[in-house]
């Protein structure tokens, strides 16, 4: 398992995080899992064992539940504070007053003193702010979550599912302000969705912001259990059955499992282990993060880390998958063909 440094910060995680949306399944998250504590236990015991060090959670994931539950795991595994680094986001609603949702000074300041105490925890190594929230000032948000790391409440900040333009013009701010900056970008990445790599990549490469992919798999559909030919809605069960998300073109979906199984088979592995190679030799992701529903799920992507692909098998992923052209990205290419032009 390789350490990657997270953005420009001192902070070393493994190249493959262990996410907890499926812990618990409280209210609408039952849809994604429904693990408990034992369950919990043995999985991220697991996780830990193979070399992650890297564990991301929410407030807002089982409504809490999700945290409570990796807090009691963490307080029995007894695993040395400084060798696990922690991460959970702020904004989801988490109640049914007008303030218990956000990125309000208010909400995050109350956010992640619950956060912290259902994890167990004095604190946090990574706080995120979950999304965008229209109605509070970017400069509330960044003033607030200044003081939260100023608080000794947390180490590091990043940012999840933001345009590009509005986290540089939020990091922009923290220099400005003298502010507690953004190290890391938690956005949706996939081989069937590749979006971020026209504007997101760019500004996280140029402000150092670690990119930490989540759902790799596209919810499941690159699980290699999906016939994306027909109408198929995968097995009984699946999450993609009852909670079709996030979108995906499923013509170019399906392309990629095309691209996918030949190379999974010449490997003798999984399409999903192959899908998440596929991720882990981009140079511009830092962490992958995942998720388990049971063990074997879990060992399977963990084996994504040993699997290398060819240059030549790289490449054909990239062309099943490549993005379609839009402007201005193809105005840029045309102008730059030639360098000197």
């Known amino acids: ?29 039952k849809v ?40 009691t795991t963490l307080a029995r595994l007894g695993r040395p504070r400084d060798q696990v680094v922690i991460a959970t986001k702020v904004r989801g609603r988490m109640g049914p ?22 994890l167990q925890l004095d604190h ?7 999304g965008v929230d229209p109605t509070t000032p970017l400069e509330e948000t960044v003033d607030a979550l200044d003081a939260v790391v100023r608080s000794g409440k947390a180490r590091y900040l990043g940012w999840s599912n933001l345009p590009a333009w509005m986290a540089m013009k939020m990091a922009a701010m923290q220099d400005a302000r003298g502010l507690a900056r953004f190290v890391s970008a938690q956005v949706y990445y996939s081989i069937a969705g590749r979006d971020i790599e026209r504007e997101v990549v760019p500004v996280s490469l140029d402000q150092g912001f670690g990119i930490l992919p989540w759902s790799p798999l596209a919810g499941g559909l690159l699980s290699g259990k999906f016939d994306l030919e027909s109408e198929d809605k995968g097995p009984e069960g699946s999450r993609r059955a009852s909670f079709d998300f996030p979108p995906v073109d499923r013509s170019r979906a399906a392309a990629c499992l095309r691209a996918l199984r030949p190379i999974a088979a010449a490997h003798d592995t999984s399409v999903a282990r192959v899908a998440l190679a596929w991720m882990l030799q981009k140079p511009h992701v830092t962490s992958v993060i995942i998720g388990a529903k049971s063990e074997q799920q879990l060992d399977d992507n963990l084996a994504a880390t040993k699997l290398k692909l060819s240059a030549e098998e790289l490449q054909a992923l990239d062309d099943a998958s490549a993005l379609p052209p839009e402007y201005p990205g193809w105005m840029v290419a045309f102008q730059n063909r030639d360098p000197r032009g």
């Open 124 to 130: 946090v190594d990574l706080f995120q702010i979950h």
């Open 1 to 29: 398992m390789k350490l990657r440094a997270l953005g420009r910060s001192g902070l070393y995680v493994s190249e493959i995080c262990l996410g907890t949306m499926t812990f618990g399944g409280q209210g609408f998250w």
């Open 97 to 118: 007053g007008p303030n218990q949702v956000g990125l309000s000074r208010a909400h995050i300041l109350s956010s992640i003193d619950e956060s912290l105490k259902r």
């Open 32 to 71: 994604v899992g429904e693990l408990g504590q034992e369950t919990v236990d043995r999985i991220v015991g697991r996780a830990l064992d193979a070399g992650v060090n890297f564990l991301d959670t929410a407030n807002v994931y089982s409504e809490g539940e999700s945290e409570r539950l990796l807090g």
